[in-house]
């Protein structure tokens, strides 16, 4: 074959769409042993969106207008890494080639090769780093070299796909969640690197004809008669693509009086915003947000945020959503975005930032880097944004009520520089839709340092008692900050879901006594579980070093439906 028409490529586009999708299952065990397990969901959702608007795309004669229409319908649905990296994959420079009702082997495998350059312009990966570039640069190399046929370079594509996607087995992450897992993350294939090679297998397929059976996911040896029959873990809710829809729905019949809907997206902003304000906009998604509830979205009120852009369970938002909340919330005086440091975030939230610009409206970013666990200092901006974003949203808040946008950036970046924190995990949460929590463990064994997703830690080690466990990440605190006698700070204790206020205030108690005897001044101290990671078990602890100027804003009031100072 020689020749592919428009047609041919919507039904091949349709195949690899149904490749992965059923194929959910598989990517989301693949991403569960060194991430956070969304990204089988989120590729599910991404294709989803591409099939609806495939399949009304019959009519189309402009090969690269399907690409194009393609990976934007990929985009908004997704969110998340994935959202924006597989969507550039598809789209390419599609839109800015002319209109072609066919193409030719040649003229694909460039498209490819447009993708890779794109994808890596965007995330700067390099094979190697164990991201979908490994399965990916292999794979448009071998097509570049065999254009004879679609079939001869579908089938040289297939084979560079997986063996990329087999080396990432042997590769330190450096790139996504894993990458704070260090040598762990060894012996695992990359979620991205597997999703490219199943496109790619897929693709040699609808040439061919060939049925290339679908990769199987390995049964556990403690799996319990009759489990396949379950749906997923018992939780109340309806279809779990509907969750964050429903739980918006909600929030909004209870508090509604004060906040609202943001038009044709999915986001929230105050109903209520005084002209001239600089607008806090922060999010629900992967550095928080939907499964991290009360954080972020339900954190709209007085000095605190002014809209909150929604994503999907632990995904965050695309750039349409995050650009549509932040105009809406907009009064002129620019807006300050301010979210967890997360490969998904940082590329949705800069494109969001690209686009508010073009339309004259200014916006600065401050991306809360706390988690200490995750890498060392001299990689201070690798770092997670974890519980420690509670202490930051209530700086931020008050800054944006009272000061223009240049100065509220310079006390939350002043804030966010001085704040610290680490955790361990319990117990694994449990995505909406699966059966599996994302880690386990034995019943004697923690995850030190794990993040807010459920991703797992950079260390298992033995259960330890409460005040033992408090001393350890106190220690790593104080060695990491600096912090010592004289300084003054805030603390929060956050639990991350189903611990108990028991266990999280028998932990506050230990904190307080270790930092009075260090000498080490509280000026306040808070416990809660506000960011949460749906039914997980663990806690963290946040240090913020303060000033009086902190202070002052600390101590402002502050009112929203879950977080309330007075």
């Given at each position: 074959m020689k020749i592919i028409n428009c047609e041919q490529i919507r039904r091949m586009l349709l195949s690899c769409a149904d490749r992965i999708i059923r194929n959910e299952p598989y990517l989301t065990t693949v991403d569960s042993a060194i991430g956070d397990g969304d990204h089988g969901i989120g590729m599910k959702n991404g294709m989803t969106a591409a099939r609806k608007y495939l399949e009304t795309a019959e009519g189309e004669t402009n090969v690269y207008a399907l690409y194009a229409n393609m990976a934007e319908a990929m985009q908004q649905a997704m969110g998340g890494a994935s959202g924006m990296i597989f969507s550039t994959l598809f789209a390419g420079r599609a839109a800015e080639k002319a209109p072609a009702e066919e193409i030719t082997p040649s003229d694909l495998a460039n498209q490819m090769k447009e993708g890779l350059q794109a994808i890596q312009e965007l995330g700067h990966a390099e094979v190697g780093d164990k991201t979908m570039v490994d399965a990916l640069a292999p794979a448009v190399e071998a097509m570049l070299g065999n254009t004879s046929s679609f079939e001869e370079m579908f089938k040289a594509g297939e084979a560079g796909a997986k063996a990329g996607m087999e080396k990432t087995k042997d590769y330190i992450a450096r790139f996504g969640r894993a990458k704070s897992l260090g040598k762990r993350a060894i012996g695992h294939q990359d979620a991205g690197a597997t999703s490219t090679w199943l496109i790619f297998v897929e693709m040699f397929d609808f040439v061919t004809g060939n049925k290339t059976p679908d990769p199987v996911i390995e049964k556990k040896t403690d799996d319990?008669?009759?489990?396949?029959?379950?749906?997923?873990?018992?939780?109340?809710?309806?279809?779990?693509?509907?969750?964050?829809?429903e739980e918006g729905e909600g929030f909004l019949f209870a508090f509604g009086d004060k906040i609202a809907a943001v038009p044709g997206v999915n986001g929230l902003v105050k109903k209520e915003i005084p002209e001239g304000k600089t607008a806090l906009v922060i999010y629900r998604s992967k550095s928080g947000g939907s499964g991290?509830?009360?954080?972020?979205?339900?954190?709209?009120?007085?000095?605190?945020?002014?809209?909150?852009?929604?994503?999907?369970?632990?995904?965050?938002?695309?750039?349409?959503?995050?650009?549509?909340?932040?105009?809406?919330?907009?009064?002129?005086?620019?807006?300050?975005?301010?979210?967890?440091?997360?490969?998904?975030?940082?590329?949705?939230?800069?494109?969001?930032?690209?686009?508010?610009?073009?339309?004259?409206?200014?916006?600065?970013t401050v991306r809360v880097m706390d988690d200490v666990a995750s890498a060392p200092k001299e990689r201070y901006t690798d770092r997670r944004?974890?519980?420690?974003?509670?202490?930051?949203?209530?700086?931020?808040?008050?800054?944006?009520?009272?000061?223009?946008?240049?100065?509220?950036?310079?006390?939350?970046?002043?804030?966010?520089?001085?704040?610290?924190?680490?955790?361990?995990?319990?117990?694994?949460?449990?995505?909406?839709?699966q059966k599996e929590p994302i880690f386990t463990l034995p019943a004697d064994e923690m995850e030190y340092g794990l993040g807010i997703h459920g991703?797992?830690?950079?260390?298992?080690?033995?259960m330890q008692s409460a005040d033992e466990i408090v001393e350890k990440l106190v220690d790593v605190i104080l060695a990491d900050s600096g912090i010592g006698a004289g300084d003054t700070v805030c603390t929060y204790v956050n639990g991350l879901g189903s611990t108990t206020m028991m266990e999280l205030m028998i932990m506050n108690r230990k904190l307080a006594l270790i930092l009075k005897e260090k000498g080490i001044l509280v000026h306040d101290m808070d416990v809660n579980s506000l960011v949460t990671t749906m039914e997980m078990a663990g806690a963290s602890i946040s240090l913020m070093k303060m000033d009086e100027?902190?202070?002052?804003?600390?101590?402002?009031?502050?009112?929203?439906p879950y977080y309330t100072k007075l």
């Amino acid at each position: 074959m020689k020749i592919i028409n428009c047609e041919q490529i919507r039904r091949m586009l349709l195949s690899c769409a149904d490749r992965i999708i059923r194929n959910e299952p598989y990517l989301t065990t693949v991403d569960s042993a060194i991430g956070d397990g969304d990204h089988g969901i989120g590729m599910k959702n991404g294709m989803t969106a591409a099939r609806k608007y495939l399949e009304t795309a019959e009519g189309e004669t402009n090969v690269y207008a399907l690409y194009a229409n393609m990976a934007e319908a990929m985009q908004q649905a997704m969110g998340g890494a994935s959202g924006m990296i597989f969507s550039t994959l598809f789209a390419g420079r599609a839109a800015e080639k002319a209109p072609a009702e066919e193409i030719t082997p040649s003229d694909l495998a460039n498209q490819m090769k447009e993708g890779l350059q794109a994808i890596q312009e965007l995330g700067h990966a390099e094979v190697g780093d164990k991201t979908m570039v490994d399965a990916l640069a292999p794979a448009v190399e071998a097509m570049l070299g065999n254009t004879s046929s679609f079939e001869e370079m579908f089938k040289a594509g297939e084979a560079g796909a997986k063996a990329g996607m087999e080396k990432t087995k042997d590769y330190i992450a450096r790139f996504g969640r894993a990458k704070s897992l260090g040598k762990r993350a060894i012996g695992h294939q990359d979620a991205g690197a597997t999703s490219t090679w199943l496109i790619f297998v897929e693709m040699f397929d609808f040439v061919t004809g060939n049925k290339t059976p679908d990769p199987v996911i390995e049964k556990k040896t403690d799996d319990k008669a009759g489990e396949a029959d379950i749906k997923w873990k018992k939780k109340i809710i309806n279809d779990p693509a509907d969750v964050v829809k429903e739980e918006g729905e909600g929030f909004l019949f209870a508090f509604g009086d004060k906040i609202a809907a943001v038009p044709g997206v999915n986001g929230l902003v105050k109903k209520e915003i005084p002209e001239g304000k600089t607008a806090l906009v922060i999010y629900r998604s992967k550095s928080g947000g939907s499964g991290h509830e009360p954080m972020f979205g339900f954190f709209l009120g007085e000095n605190l945020a002014d809209a909150a852009a929604n994503g999907n369970v632990f995904a965050s938002p695309d750039p349409v959503t995050i650009t549509k909340t932040a105009e809406t919330a907009d009064r002129g005086a620019g807006v300050m975005f301010l979210y967890g440091n997360y490969a998904g975030d940082n590329l949705n939230f800069d494109k969001a930032a690209e686009n508010l610009e073009k339309e004259g409206i200014h916006s600065r970013t401050v991306r809360v880097m706390d988690d200490v666990a995750s890498a060392p200092k001299e990689r201070y901006t690798d770092r997670r944004g974890i519980a420690g974003d509670v202490l930051m949203l209530k700086i931020a808040g008050a800054a944006c009520a009272e000061m223009p946008l240049e100065e509220a950036y310079r006390v939350a970046t002043k804030a966010r520089n001085n704040l610290f924190t680490v955790g361990v995990g319990l117990e694994g949460a449990t995505i909406p839709g699966q059966k599996e929590p994302i880690f386990t463990l034995p019943a004697d064994e923690m995850e030190y340092g794990l993040g807010i997703h459920g991703e797992p830690g950079i260390e298992r080690i033995k259960m330890q008692s409460a005040d033992e466990i408090v001393e350890k990440l106190v220690d790593v605190i104080l060695a990491d900050s600096g912090i010592g006698a004289g300084d003054t700070v805030c603390t929060y204790v956050n639990g991350l879901g189903s611990t108990t206020m028991m266990e999280l205030m028998i932990m506050n108690r230990k904190l307080a006594l270790i930092l009075k005897e260090k000498g080490i001044l509280v000026h306040d101290m808070d416990v809660n579980s506000l960011v949460t990671t749906m039914e997980m078990a663990g806690a963290s602890i946040s240090l913020m070093k303060m000033d009086e100027e902190l202070i002052r804003l600390y101590d402002k009031p502050c009112s929203s439906p879950y977080y309330t100072k007075l």
